[in-house]
């Protein structure tokens, strides 16, 4: 069974073999874009006549959008999908529509906890153009708490333990298996006034720390965001992070709202690079979108 046409309406990085793959599930040529839609008009102009539809976390598919394609019956998240939620396709639109919706999950966790590993090392150690405290220090016996113990906070708390660091976390949901491995459940204001380091792993559409939480925090620390988007209230982080001794890492994922005023915060360390998309997180990505599309196909005939 095959699509008549799938489109790709944005960049949705998928490895060339993987696009070979996908043009013998399309009776028609694959449309691809390279380039985000500036616009909803945009995306619905790039949808036309598709009945499968490719789309990266970037570019947003709502009720609208959906409703005006009758022709869809599937749309292929190439991005993670936690819950309906913080997903960037309307899903309960999709269903009444009988349009079909799959993400994807844990492709890019091992690059993010590299890089907050290696960020941190390099600020604790004064290594770039910051130094945490007024001498080099070393990652053990630090107190690490991490917020999110999804696949990347699992991995990180794994990479930080080899290291030597205290860890900790805070969860919707306890972990028995994470804690029958040493790491502590902790509730959330209590993980941020006694952690030293914070690393927040969250689903798109979270706002956990407002003022109170900021205050929790307190000063002299080191908060680290690869969470889509910032879990944050904005106003409260802008404050904490102007204090003296509070230092923020973000990726391109995480730096959210604040891409366009880094430049204010010297005590912000950012990398435009999203760090978890890696050759071999975009081969576990593509992987996935196609065995999914696959499924869809198998079960739908």
């Known amino acids: 069974m095959k699509f008549n046409q799938i489109t790709c309406v944005d960049n949705v990085g998928l490895e060339g073999w993987a696009l070979e793959e996908l043009q013998t ?4 040529p694959i449309i691809r874009f390279d380039q985000d839609p500036q616009n909803k ?3 619905m102009e790039r ?24 022709s869809i019956r599937y ?8 819950d309906e939620r913080s997903a960037n396709v309307d899903i309960a639109a999709a269903r009444a529509h009988g349009i079909e919706v799959r993400g994807v999950r844990d492709y890019g966790d091992e690059g993010v906890a590299e890089f907050v590993m290696s960020e941190l090392i390099r600020l604790l150690k004064g290594l770039g153009p910051h130094q945490w405290l007024s001498e080099p220090v070393e990652l053990q ?12 906070g699992q991995i990180l708390a794994h990479r930080a333990s080899a ?4 860890v900790q976390y805070f969860s919707r949901n306890r972990k028995p298996d994470c804690e029958q491995e040493g790491y502590e459940y902790v509730p959330l204001r209590d993980l941020l006034q006694t952690s030293e380091i914070i690393s927040m792993h969250l689903p798109r559409n979270t706002k956990l720390l407002g003022p109170e939480e900021f205050a929790a925090l307190g000063h002299g620390k080191i908060l680290v965001n690869t969470s889509l988007g910032a879990p944050f209230d904005a106003a409260a982080f802008r404050e904490w ?35 978890g998309f890696t050759r071999e997180a975009r081969g576990r ?13 198998g079960t739908s005939q």
């Open 25 to 28: 599930f399309s009776k028609q």
């Open 163 to 166: 290291f030597g660091m205290r």
């Open 75 to 82: 749309i292929g998240m190439c991005c993670s999908l936690y």
């Open 47 to 70: 949808i036309q006549d598709a009945d499968c539809v490719l789309v990266s976390w970037r570019t947003k598919i709502d009720r609208e959008v959906i409703a005006s394609h009758p």
């Open 141 to 152: 016996q630090r107190k690490l708490g991490i917020i999110g113990m999804g696949a990347t």
């Open 241 to 275: 992070i102007q204090e003296s001794g509070n230092y923020a890492i973000f990726d391109a994922d995480g730096a959210g709202e604040f891409k366009t005023e880094l430049h204010r915060y010297p005590q912000i360390i950012y990398t435009a690079k999203v760090s």
């Open 285 to 297: 990505l593509s992987r996935k979108v196609l065995d999914n599309l696959t499924g869809y196909l």
């Open 41 to 43: 008009d945009e995306v």
